[in-house]
């Protein structure tokens, strides 16, 4: 390799570099968790899923997250981890169990755009 063709290299990476890095993000996305009371789920975090893009959202004492660097456009699966209570060893769920798994959840959201203000509703553990 010359050393005209490295210097070219050289050049050309960050801004490579720059381009891929620049292609993630795209519409903040904000809202509140809660139960179909209306009372907040005040711990954990949701993870959005694309299949090729994640993003996570820590849920504040209020119910609340924002993701405020955005998700690129696109159809996403949403989870929620640390939504319990008690020891670790023997946590008690604060949600259905469903929305702790990509295959059975049913919280997802559509992002085209721009920015998203949204609401989702959490059911409380089924009853034994």
Same mark, same amino acid.
């Given at each position: 390799?010359?050393? /005209?063709?490295? =210097?070219?290299?050289?050049? !050309?990476?960050? &801004? &490579?570099?720059?381009?891929?890095?620049?292609? $993630?993000?795209?519409?903040?996305?904000? #809202?509140?968790? $809660?139960?179909?009371?209306? +009372? %907040?789920? !005040? $711990?954990?975090?949701?993870?959005? @899923? +694309?299949?090729?893009?994640?993003?996570?959202? %820590?849920? *504040? *004492?209020? #119910?609340?997250? !924002?993701?405020? /660097?955005?998700?690129?456009?696109?159809?996403?699966?949403?989870?929620?981890?640390? =939504? +319990?209570?008690?020891?670790?060893? =023997? %946590?008690?769920?604060?949600? @259905?169990?469903?929305?702790?798994?990509?295959?059975?959840? *049913?919280?997802? &959201?559509?992002?085209? #755009?721009?920015? +998203?203000?949204?609401?989702?509703?959490? @059911?409380? %553990?089924?009853?034994?």
């Amino acid at each position: 390799m010359s050393s /005209k063709q490295i =210097a070219l290299s050289l050049c !050309t990476l960050p &801004l &490579l570099m720059f381009a891929i890095g620049c292609g $993630q993000g795209g519409a903040t996305v904000r #809202g509140k968790v $809660q139960f179909e009371d209306g +009372s %907040p789920l !005040t $711990q954990g975090e949701l993870i959005f @899923d +694309s299949g090729t893009y994640s993003e996570i959202a %820590p849920i *504040d *004492d209020q #119910g609340n997250f !924002t993701i405020a /660097k955005g998700l690129p456009d696109g159809n996403y699966k949403i989870i929620v981890q640390g =939504a +319990s209570e008690g020891d670790y060893t =023997a %946590p008690k769920m604060l949600i @259905d169990k469903r929305y702790i798994d990509y295959r059975s959840t *049913d919280l997802e &959201l559509n992002v085209e #755009g721009s920015a +998203s203000d949204i609401v989702l509703t959490v @059911d409380r %553990p089924k009853k034994k």
